[in-house]
């Protein structure tokens, strides 16, 4: 596979390298500490048009590739993971799915905004004992003519405290089991909507996780995404793209710490010499420097998978197993590296570290990417 980028390509990857150094690096650790992230700088990524990358342009979105985006998402979360999970979810849970399986109205409606990043989206599919198991849906969306009327709690939500615009999976048809889920578009301000406490994260500090609550909310029939019954397969068809942006995000976790340890292990000196000429750490960078390449090549193909109208799911899968492992792995030998230096807040890969475990959970555990992998290997 020829994976050269093309000019445009090129241009985004250093837009966004540019905007992670000017806007993202300075203050990350504190954002960290203190669990924040402002609206700016989410308003400032919707500027530069990463919160719609892949949304057609006359839905106000920046009509590029997904390779273009994974590129962007490498970037970005080399420096910010918890910018980049904000930047994923947006795009590839919320604006490909209305994109996609929206109609008309819905698009116009919350689709523009969304893609210009004037306001963002969250997806709703996990819930306190609906996390892998995603056919267990406890969260009701009861049948009343003109409206679903929805009951029930979401769990670790990202964007569940700061968006406007929730996609919720809910069971209308027990008796039809997966086939009796619908999504929903429900609005932040729709009665009986409650955001619940913020949770506090061993990482992605910045972004902003929630429990949300749903007391009788009247959600009309027009927010309906796709047929009735349609909703698990939409949770299912969103979450395939959504897993290659966490898989690129995964990526970026483990270039950015491996460039922080290169860079340390040319400067920092142990011996009588730089300890990059030690072989113990040498064979380290040599083992990050291969493990991330693979993973980079893994993370494209499966970009351009779905750039090419292929299917997507067993390669988006592969990509997010493998790159999630790369990053924790990558993360834990960079703190090695900087040995004592790693172990403090300062020096960033501490925090990188912390980041990259979450890619192993969320968008599909590794557990849940080896069943879709293993069900496709053995069906082929
Ligand atoms: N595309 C289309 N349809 C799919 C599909 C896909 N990729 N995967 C499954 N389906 C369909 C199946 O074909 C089946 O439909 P039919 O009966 O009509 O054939 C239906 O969905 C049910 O599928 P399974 O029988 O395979 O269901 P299962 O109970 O065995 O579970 C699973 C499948 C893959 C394990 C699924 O439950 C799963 O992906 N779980 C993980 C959920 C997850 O990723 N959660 C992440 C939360 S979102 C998040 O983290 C966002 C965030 O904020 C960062």
Redesign the pocket.
């Known amino acids: 596979m020829d994976f050269s980028l093309s000019e445009e390509q090129l241009m985004i990857q250093q837009a966004a390298k540019d905007f992670a150094q000017t806007e993202l690096l300075p203050g990350v650790i504190e954002r960290d500490d203190a669990q924040t992230f402002p609206n700016e700088l989410v308003k400032k990524m919707g500027e530069l048009g990463f919160m719609g990358m892949m949304v057609d342009e006359k839905y106000g979105g920046s009509g590029l590739g997904t390779l273009s985006y994974v590129l962007a998402m490498e970037e970005l979360s080399k420096i910010d993971a918890s910018a980049s ?1 904000m930047v ?2 947006n795009n590839s ?1 919320v604006c490909w799915g209305l994109e996609t399986y929206g109609t008309e109205e819905q698009k116009q409606k919350y689709l523009t905004r969304l893609a210009a990043g004037e306001i963002i989206g ?2 709703c ?2 819930e306190p004992e609906a ?5 267990s849906q406890k969260t009701t969306a009861i049948d009343k003519g003109d409206h679903y009327l929805v009951n029930g709690t979401k769990n ?4 569940g405290g700061r968006a406007e615009v929730f996609l919720v999976i809910a069971q209308t048809d027990t008796a039809k089991g ?2 009796g889920i619908n999504a929903l578009i429900v609005e932040k301000d729709m009665a009986g909507f409650e955001i619940g406490p913020k949770e506090n994260k061993l990482g992605i500090r910045g972004s902003d996780t929630h429990s949300l609550l749903f007391n009788d909310v009247k959600v009309p029939k027009e927010n309906r995404i796709g047929e009735d019954g349609f909703g ?2 939409f949770a ?2 969103t ?2 793209g ?1 897993r290659i942006g ?1 898989a690129a995000q995964a990526l970026g976790i483990a270039a950015g710490a491996y460039e922080i340890a290169l860079k340390y292990s040319k400067e920092r000196k142990a011996f009588g010499t730089e300890i990059a000429n030690h072989q113990a750490i040498a064979f380290k960078l040599a083992d990050m420097h291969t493990k991330i390449q693979a993973a980079r090549n893994l993370v494209y193909q499966a970009a351009c998978d779905k750039d090419a109208g292929n299917d997507y ?1 067993l390669s988006g899968a592969m990509a997010k197993l493998y790159a999630s492992e790369v990053a924790m792995e990558t993360t834990v030998e960079a703190v090695q590296v900087l040995g004592g230096n790693g172990f403090v807040k300062d020096y960033h890969v501490e925090r990188l570290m912390r980041d990259a475990k979450i890619t192993q959970i ?4 590794s557990e ?1 990417q080896k ?2 992998i293993s ?1 496709s290997v053995l069906n082929a």
């Open positions: 999970v994923s979810v849970l969250a997806f599919l996990s996390g892998s198991d995603a056919t670790w939500i990202t964007n997966h086939k698990f397969k299912m068809k979450l395939a959504g966490i799911t969320y968008e599909g555990t849940i069943i879709v069900r």
